[in-house]
C-alpha cells in the first residue's frame, strides 16, 4: 500500500496544496481590488465602499475639519444629520456641530468622537438615540465610515470586532485606495438627487411629504449587547469629561413609533443613563405634514422639531426661541435659504 | 459541524493529513480513524445522539450476522421484520410523534373527545433520516442475498457513520460503500484534485446561489399575503433554485470529501432542471432516495407490473413514503400525492415513458422543442415546490391562490432593503450558473476540467475567482444546509 506511486501522488498534491492556500490571500486581494474598481455597487454584495453615499459623510467630515469649540455637538443615526439642523440653532447664536452618519450605532459614535471630540469642543451633546440604532449590528454604518474616513487602528479594530466579511473587503479595498492615493481628489457634490448638505453637518431634503403612512407589524426591539456596552462606555466618557449629554428621541412617524411594542422599557432604560427627551411622547407632529417616509421629518417637521428642543434647552443654556407648527409652516416665509420653501403648493 | 463552517475548514485537511500520513499503514486503522473522525463530526452538533448511531450500528450489525448464520427463513424473516421495525420505530419517535400525537388531539375533539397525551419536547437528530434508510438497506440486502455480511464491526460503524454523508446523504447502499470500507484505498491524486473541485462548486452552490435566494425566499414565503403575483412566483422559482443548489451543493461537498479519502459515492443529482418530463426529473433528483424507495418499496410491491389500478397504487404507497420521509407535515403528502398526479398520464398510458437519451446531445444548445420541454417540466415543479415550502397547507393555498391574479403582469415587489444582494444581480447570477451547468452537463458536476486542456495557471485562476465569489457573495453567519432538518 505505501507504494512509491502513493508517495509520489500525495507528495505531489500536498505540495500543490500548500502552494495553492499560499497563493490565494495575494489573488483574493487582486480579485478584490479589481472587482472594486469594475463591478458595479450593486452587485458587490460584500463590498460595501458608499464613498460619497446618501447621508454626505464625506463632507460632514471634511467640514468638521473646520468646525471647533462648539456649543452642541449631535450624534447619531440620519434621524439627526436630517433631524438637527443647525441653521436653527446659528439664528439663536447657539454654535452646533452635526456629526451624524447613516445608521450610526454606538460602536461607530465612539469612533467619531476618538477622532473629533477633543477638536469640536463641545460644551452640550445632544445624542439622538433611536432605539433601533442600539439593536442594529454596525455594519451599514462602519461600511460609510470606512469608505468616507481614513483608515486607522481604531477602524480596524472596529472592523475585527464586527467580524463580518464585507467590513474587512471595505478595509483592505480603503487601504488599496489610500495606497494608490486614489480618494485624494474626491469631492463631493453638495447637490444630490433631492438632498442638500448644509454646512454644520445637515442634510436638508426637498420638501416631500410622506402621503400614505402604511402600518407597521408590532417589534420588539432587543438591544445588541455589544451596541449597548458601546453606548453605556460613551455615556461614561461624557461624565469623566464633564460634557452635559441630553439623550434626545427624534420624531418618527407615529405608525412607526407605536409599532414599537417596548417604548416605556426603553424609556426607563435611557432615562436611567442621562437627561432624556423622547419628543415622540411630547411633541405630536401629522404623519402626513411633517414627514417625508415614516423615518425622518420632512424641513417643516425639523423645524418645529428643532424650536421645541431649543425651548426645553434654553432653560440650561440661556436663550429663546419661538416656536412654529407645520401648518403655520407651510403658508409662511421662514428664513429658509433651501429651494425645497419654494414648493409648498404640494401641501394643500 | 456544517460544510460551510470554519471548523469544518480545519477539520478537514487535519483529517486528511491525518488518514493518509498517519494511518495509512492499516486498514482497520484507517476505519478506526473514520469512524472516531465521523463521530467527532457528527458530535459537533449533539454528542448525545452519538448513542443513538452507536445503538443502530450495534444492532443492525448483529441483524446482519443471524441472518447470515440462521438457516430457518422463518426466522430470517422474523430477524429481518425486527430490523426493520426497531429502526422505523426509532425515525417514527423522533420525527413522527409530534405530528401523530397533534392529528390525534385534532380527531379527537373533532368527535368531542378528551385526549391529553404529556407533552414531549423531541429533538429531530440531524441525519437520522439518511443514516436510518441506508443501515436499513443492509439487514434487507443480506435477507435477499444480495450480500454478505461484515464480520468487521469497525468497518460497519464507519460505513454507518461515514462523516461527509452521514448528516444529508446520498444515502449509500451497503452494497456499494461497505465493500469499499474491507478493502485498502489507494490515494489517486486526479480523483482527490476532481474532488476538491466538487467542494468548491459545491460550496459555491450553496453558499452564492442557495444562500442569496434564500434570502429572498424567507422574505417572500413569510409575507406572502401581501405580495403581488409575480413576486410570488419569482419566489417561487427561487426556491427551486434555492433547493437544487443547497441539496446537491451538498451532496457535491460530501462526495467530493469522499473521493479525497478515496472513496466513490453513488451520483445525488444529474441536473434535474435539465429534465424534459417528470419521470425523468425523478431519475435525475435526489437519485440516492428516489432509488432506495424504487429498490425497497416500489418494487417490492409490484413495481410496474399488473393492471393500471396496481401500478397507481404501487406509485402512490411509493410517493406518499417520499413525502412522509421528509418530515411529519401534511405539506409533504400532499407534495407527495402532487407527483403521483404527474406521473398519472404515464401509468395510465396516455403518455408514453421513453428514454429520451442525453439532452440535445453533441450539440451545443437545445432545439426550441427540447427548451419548451425543459421550461414545462421546470414550472410543472412550482407547485409541489411551493407545498413543499410551506409551512401549513392553508399556507401553501393561499401562496398559490395569490399566484394566479392580475398582479402577475405587475413589477414584482421585493423589498431591496431586506435581503443583502439586489434583486437583478441575483437573476444574472442564477442564469449564469444554469448556463455553467448546461455546457458541463455531461460530466459528473459542473466543475469537472480534468478532460479540458487549460494551462495549470489559468485554472487555478478560476478556482481563485470561484473563492473570491463565495467571499463575495457568502451570507453573514452560517446557514445551515435546507436538508438538515429531515
Not at chain 2, 487549460?454 to 463575495?472: D, E, H
Request: hydrophobic share 45%.
Amino acid at each position: 500500500m505505501f507504494t512509491s506511486n502513493f508517495n509520489m501522488d500525495i507528495k505531489n498534491f500536498l505540495k500543490n496544496a500548500i502552494l495553492f492556500i499560499l497563493l490565494q490571500p495575494f489573488a483574493y486581494l487582486l480579485f478584490l481590488l479589481i472587482w472594486g474598481h469594475v463591478a458595479p455597487l450593486g452587485i458587490s454584495k460584500n463590498l460595501r465602499f458608499p464613498i460619497g453615499g446618501n447621508g454626505h459623510l464625506h463632507s460632514r467630515l471634511m467640514d468638521v475639519k473646520t468646525h471647533e469649540d462648539v456649543d452642541i455637538l449631535f450624534l447619531g443615526s440620519s434621524h439627526a444629520y436630517r433631524g438637527f439642523d443647525p441653521r436653527i440653532f446659528a439664528a439663536c447664536g447657539i454654535k452646533t456641530f452635526n456629526l451624524g452618519s447613516s445608521s450610526q450605532t454606538p460602536i461607530q459614535t465612539d469612533i467619531l468622537l476618538g477622532r473629533y471630540l477633543s477638536k469640536l469642543n463641545p460644551k452640550m451633546i445632544v445624542y439622538e438615540v433611536y432605539p433601533g440604532t442600539l439593536s442594529n449590528d454596525g455594519i451599514e454604518s462602519a461600511a460609510d465610515l470606512i469608505a468616507n474616513d481614513r483608515i486607522g487602528r481604531d477602524l480596524i479594530n472596529m472592523s475585527l470586532e464586527l467580524g463580518h466579511i464585507g467590513i474587512y473587503h471595505s478595509v483592505i479595498f480603503k487601504l488599496f485606495r489610500e495606497m494608490l492615493g486614489e480618494d485624494r481628489n474626491f469631492t463631493e457634490a453638495v447637490f444630490k438627487g433631492v438632498d442638500t448638505y448644509i454646512p454644520g453637518g445637515f442634510v436638508e431634503r426637498e420638501l416631500a411629504f410622506y402621503e400614505h403612512p402604511e402600518t407597521f407589524p408590532p417589534r420588539l426591539i432587543e438591544f445588541n449587547q455589544n451596541q449597548q456596552d458601546a453606548f453605556e462606555r460613551i455615556i461614561k466618557k461624557f461624565k469623566q469629561k464633564k460634557i452635559k449629554v441630553v439623550l434626545v428621541q427624534a420624531p418618527i412617524a407615529h405608525e412607526l413609533y407605536v409599532s414599537h411594542i417596548n417604548n416605556p422599557d426603553i424609556d426607563r432604560y435611557y432615562s436611567s443613563l442621562a437627561s432624556y427627551l423622547n419628543f415622540n411622547e411630547t411633541l405630536e407632529l401629522s404623519s402626513t405634514e411633517c414627514f417625508y417616509d415614516p423615518h425622518h421629518m420632512n424641513q417643516n417637521g425639523v423645524e418645529i422639531f428643532n424650536h421645541s428642543l431649543l425651548n426645553i434647552l434654553q432653560n440650561w443654556m440661556g436663550f429663546s426661541c419661538p416656536s412654529f407648527n407645520c401648518r403655520q409652516l407651510k403658508g409662511s416665509s421662514l428664513p429658509l435659504t433651501h429651494k425645497s420653501r419654494q414648493k409648498p403648493s404640494v401641501l394643500l | 459541524m456544517l460544510f460551510n463552517s470554519i471548523d469544518f475548514a480545519f477539520f478537514l485537511p487535519l483529517v486528511f493529513s491525518l488518514y493518509w500520513l498517519v494511518f495509512n499503514r492499516s486498514l482497520k486503522l484507517q476505519n478506526l480513524f473514520i469512524l472516531i473522525a465521523s463521530y467527532v463530526f457528527y458530535g459537533w452538533w449533539d454528542w448525545r445522539f452519538l448513542a443513538l448511531i452507536s445503538f443502530s450500528t450495534f444492532f443492525d450489525y448483529s441483524i446482519g450476522l443471524l441472518l447470515f448464520t440462521k438457516r430457518s427463513s422463518r426466522l430470517k424473516k422474523a430477524l429481518l421484520w425486527a430490523s426493520i421495525f426497531i429502526n422505523l420505530s426509532l425515525l417514527g419517535f423522533f420525527k413522527y410523534y409530534g405530528f401523530f400525537i397533534d392529528n390525534f388531539i385534532s380527531a379527537f375533539s373533532f368527535c368531542d373527545l378528551e385526549f391529553s397525551p404529556t407533552p414531549l419536547n423531541i429533538i429531530l437528530p440531524v441525519g437520522i433520516s439518511f443514516y436510518t434508510f441506508q443501515t436499513l438497506s443492509y439487514p434487507i440486502d443480506i435477507y435477499r442475498g444480495k450480500i454478505q455480511p461484515t464480520r468487521d464491526p469497525i468497518a460497519f460503524a464507519a460505513f454507518v457513520s461515514f462523516f461527509p454523508q452521514l448528516v444529508a446523504g446520498p444515502i449509500e447502499r451497503a452494497s456499494n460503500l461497505l465493500p469499499q470500507f474491507c478493502s485498502h484505498r489507494i490515494f489517486n491524486y486526479p480523483n482527490a484534485i476532481d474532488g476538491l473541485r466538487q467542494i468548491l462548486w459545491g460550496l459555491f452552490k450553496k453558499m452564492v446561489v442557495a444562500d442569496n435566494c434564500g434570502e429572498y425566499v424567507d422574505i417572500i414565503f413569510q409575507n406572502h399575503a401581501n405580495l403581488r403575483a409575480s413576486t410570488l412566483l419569482i419566489g417561487a422559482v427561487f426556491f427551486l433554485v434555492q433547493l437544487y443548489c443547497d441539496f446537491s451543493g451538498y451532496s457535491d461537498i460530501a462526495i467530493g470529501t469522499s473521493r479525497l479519502f478515496g472513496f466513490n459515492l453513488m451520483r445525488n443529482f444529474a441536473f434535474p432542471y435539465f429534465s424534459r418530463n417528470n419521470p425523468e426529473y425523478w431519475r435525475r433528483w435526489h437519485i440516492s432516495l428516489s432509488t432506495w424507495f424504487r429498490d425497497y418499496v416500489y418494487i417490492p410491491l409490484g413495481g410496474n407490473n399488473g393492471n393500471q389500478y396496481r401500478k397507481l397504487r404501487n406509485l402512490s404507497i411509493t410517493f406518499l413514503a417520499i413525502g412522509l420521509w421528509h418530515g411529519a407535515n401534511w405539506t409533504f403528502i400532499t407534495w407527495g400525492i402532487l407527483n403521483v398526479l404527474f406521473f398519472l398520464p404515464y401509468v395510465l398510458g396516455i403518455k408514453k415513458r421513453k428514454d429520451f437519451g442525453e439532452i440535445a446531445e453533441g450539440k451545443t444548445f437545445p432545439s426550441i422543442k427540447e427548451c419548451y420541454q425543459m421550461g414545462a417540466t421546470f414550472f410543472s415543479r412550482l407547485i409541489p415546490g411551493i407545498v413543499f415550502r410551506s409551512d401549513s397547507i392553508s399556507n401553501a393555498q393561499t401562496y398559490i391562490v395569490g399566484m394566479f391574479s392580475f398582479s402577475m403582469f405587475a413589477k414584482p415587489s421585493i423589498y431591496p432593503d431586506k435581503a443583502q444582494l439586489a434583486f437583478q444581480p441575483l437573476i444574472l447570477l442564477i442564469i449564469c450558473f444554469f448556463a455553467i451547468e448546461w455546457f458541463q452537463r455531461d460530466k459528473q458536476h459542473a466543475m469537472q476540467l480534468d478532460d479540458i486542456h487549460l494551462p495549470k495557471t489559468f485554472r487555478w485562476a478560476v478556482y481563485s475567482f470561484v473563492i473570491f465569489c463565495i467571499g463575495m457573495y457568502i451570507p453573514t453567519g452560517e446557514t445551515p444546509f435546507v436538508y438538515f432538518q429531515f
